[in-house]
C-alpha cells in the first residue's frame, strides 16, 4: 500500500469511528437509565423513581422513594400499614434494600412504622447488622426518629379481616391456642383478589449502577410472625452489579426455597437473559414445590448491566411496569408456566 492509499485508509477509518460513536452512545442512552417494579397496578411507584434517574440520580436513592409510594398508599392491601394484618389482626412489615456495592439492608416482622424501607437503609448505612426483626427492629426505628403509628386498621383491611374470619370460623384470639389440622386450614388464597403483597423495584442508573428495593405487608392473615421472601436478599431480591438485579412476589416459601433472586442473577451470570432466567427460576420452583401449584403464585423480575429486561411466572396475570426515556411507565405482561 503506498502512502496515498494508506492515508485514504486511516481518513475512512476516522470517519467511521467518528460516526460511529455519537450511534454508540444513543444505543447506551436508549438502555439507562431504567426502572422496573412488579404488578402494574402499582405503577405509579415509578414515576419517582424515574425523577431521580432522569437528573442523574443515583439507583439506590430511585428504588427507595419509589416503593415509598405504596408504602404511603392506605388503599394499597399488600404494601405498609393500610395492608391486609395477619390472622391476629396485626399488620407486620417486611423490606429491604440493596446497591451496587453490595451493601444490604432488611427489617422484618416490624409493626407500627410507616416506611420500613427506609428503616432497612437505615440498618444497612448505620448499624454493622444486615437484618433487624420484630421489637427490635421497632426499637431502632424508633431511635431513628421514626413515629409510632396507630394499630388500626384501615378500612379495607377491615373488612377482608372479618371476611376472612367468617370464611374460616376462626377464633382470633384463641389462635395460638389451636392446632392447624390438614382438614381445616385457614384459605390463604383469592381472598379479596389475589395476595400478592409485594412491591419489588430494581433500577439502572446512567451511571450503569443497579439498585433494588423489595417491601411488602406480607401474606395476608399469616400466622403472626411470618417473614416471608421479601426482607431476605438472594430471595425476595439480589443485586450483582457485573451482572444484573432480580426481585420476586408472590408466594414467599417457595421464592426462599430456592434463593429465587439470586438464583435469576446466577442464571444471568451464566448467559441467559433476563426473561430466560426468570423462567428457569421458575422452572425450579415447580420442581421443588411441594404443594398444589394451582394455588400458588410466583413471579420474577430481572434487568441486566445492558439494560435488557424480563419477567417470567407460575401463573398467567403477573403484569409489571417499565419506566426509561423510550418507555414511558408502560405494562408488560408476564410469560407463564402453567396458566
Partial sequence: MNRRELLKTLSLSTVAVTAFKPLQALADSDTKPIVLSTW?????????????????GNALDAVETGVQVCENDIENCCVGLGGNPDRNGIVTLDAC????KHNIGSVAALERIKNPI?????????TQHVMLAGQGAQDFAVSEGFELQPTDLSDHAQKAFRNFQKKNDIDYINIEKKKDTNT????????????????????????GNLSGACTTSGMAFKMHGRVGDSPIIGAGLYVDNEI???????HGE?????????????????????????????ERIKKHTPRNLN??????????????FGAYSLQSGFDYAVYSATLQNEKFDSDFLIG
Fill in 244 to 250: 444484573g438485579a432480580a426481585t420476586a412476589t408472590g
Fill in 118 to 126: 427506609r428503616v432497612a437503609r437505615l440498618v444497612m448505612e448505620k
Fill in 40 to 56: 402494574y397496578d402499582q405503577h405509579l411507584a415509578n414515576i419517582p423513581a424515574w425523577n431521580i434517574l432522569k437528573q442523574g
Fill in 184 to 207: 381445616n386450614k385457614p384459605d390463604y388464597f383469592n381472598v379479596n383478589g389475589f395476595n400478592h403483597d409485594t412491591i419489588g423495584m430494581i433500577a439502572l442508573d446512567a451511571q
Fill in 97 to 100: 434494600i440493596m446497591d451496587h
Fill in 295 to 308: 394455588k400458588l403464585q410466583i413471579g420474577f423480575i430481572a434487568l441486566n448491566k445492558k439494560g435488557e
Fill in 254 to 282: 417457595e421464592v426462599i426455597r430456592i434463593s429465587g433472586s439470586h438464583l435469576v442473577v446466577e442464571f444471568m451470570r451464566q448467559g441467559y437473559s433476563p426473561k430466560e432466567a426468570c423462567k428457569k427460576a421458575v
